[in-house]
């Protein structure tokens, strides 16, 4: 057979160790479909929406009840933008359990993990373009968040909202960062990270010399795996929109009628829990900048894994960071579900 455009993307042949799921669990690459799938779905979204406050929510409720597969359509984009989160974080979390982030692979760790980034701020400004009664804890107490930041909070607050309350040049702002400004730096680091990962060697694995498995796998094989994995990833998407749609309210009509103690986002309720506790600086802006500054970190400020116990999960010379990582994502799940708690 010809190898293709596909296969071209890949090496002739990989040691097999590269590409076992148990070792990479296919996050990284069931990422790179899952932004396709975004960039697809939200430019077929893009022909019907409409970005004022006036027409948004109208618009939001004829693409999902009245354009032909409109609903799929929204549906797919819905939950893709929630797997990429998912499957982000658990990309990240095998990356750190297995010590992948051993240089050269430190540069790809920073450029992953601000994907992970560009993928929640997708997903927020992408969820304040519904302008519905569901988002009103993003428009209200989201973007007040930063006009807590001591100093220059005022002006950040005005740039990202476009004057002094929520309104047409917030929908405009949103829109303009969601459909190019974002998407374009996400795109420019996928194809980046996507790069690096190739150029770094490929998956971490131990130097040749101390390899027990020396089989190797050709491009064939390794398109065949992930096709595969997109398959399956395709089929759990339109399971989820066909039987749990994304959600939907009554749009926004009048500004001054917002109510603040509506719920966040999913991906922030971790952030509305500790909101709760007091000061929203300290709880809402210093926390969570902190918890991305120590994931930044992990590769600098731990013991580092030794190259001889790459290619496999928990080595012991990387415990330390595995411990502190196990323990943010477990602090993160647990505000996650206490978030998500009905209020009584
Ligand atoms: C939208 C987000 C992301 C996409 C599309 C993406 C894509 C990929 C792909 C396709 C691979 C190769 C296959 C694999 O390891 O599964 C990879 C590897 C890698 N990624 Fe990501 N990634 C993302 C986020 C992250 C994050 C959050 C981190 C860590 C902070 C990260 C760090 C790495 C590293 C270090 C490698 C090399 C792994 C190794 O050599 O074992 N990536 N990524």
């Known amino acids: 057979m010809r190898p293709n455009f596909f296969h071209h993307l890949h090496p002739p042949t990989i040691p097999a160790a590269q590409a076992r799921w148990r070792y990479t669990l296919g996050a990284g690459g069931t990422a790179v479909f899952l932004m396709l799938v975004l960039l697809v779905t939200g430019t077929i979204e893009m022909f019907y929406y409409v970005a004022t406050p006036e027409e948004a929510g109208l618009s939001i409720q004829t693409i999902t009840y009245l354009v032909p597969f ?77 006009k807590t930041i001591p100093i220059f909070g005022n002006d950040l607050y005005r740039i990202l909202i476009g004057g002094t309350q929520p309104g047409l040049a917030t929908l405009t702002r949103f829109y303009a960062w969601h459909i190019f400004g974002l998407m374009l730096i996400a795109a420019i680091l996928a194809v980046w990270h996507a790069f690096r990962v190739r150029r770094d060697g490929g998956i971490a694995l131990p130097p040749p010399a101390l390899r027990t498995n020396k089989e190797r796998i050709s491009r064939f094989e390794l398109v065949r795996r992930e096709v595969l994995a997109m398959l399956l990833t395709d089929a759990a998407l339109i399971i989820l929109s066909v039987f749990s749609p994304a959600p939907i309210a009554a749009p926004i009509t009048e500004i001054t009628t917002l109510v603040p103690d509506a719920r966040a986002p999913w991906f922030f309720l971790w952030v509305q829990q500790m909101l709760k506790w007091g000061d929203p600086f300290i709880w809402g802006v210093l926390v969570p900048l902190m918890v991305l500054a120590i994931l930044t970190l992990i590769p600098y400020i731990f013991p580092k894994p030794i190259e001889g116990e790459l290619g496999r999960w928990f080595p012991r010379s990387s415990r330390i960071a595995q411990i502190v990582l196990a323990m943010i994502a477990s602090l993160i799940i647990l505000l996650t579900i206490l978030g998500g708690l009905p209020v009584l």
């Open 70 to 146: 409109g609903g799929l359509i929204r549906n797919l984009h819905f939950w893709s933008a929630q797997l990429l989160i998912i499957v982000s974080a658990v990309h990240l979390m095998r990356i750190v359990f297995t010590g992948a982030y051993l240089p050269p692979r430190r540069f790809n760790y920073l450029l992953g993990l601000a994907l992970f980034v560009f993928a929640i701020l997708l997903n927020f400004t992408g969820y304040i373009l519904r302008w519905d009664t569901g988002i009103q804890w993003a428009l209200v107490v989201g973007t007040n968040l930063v």
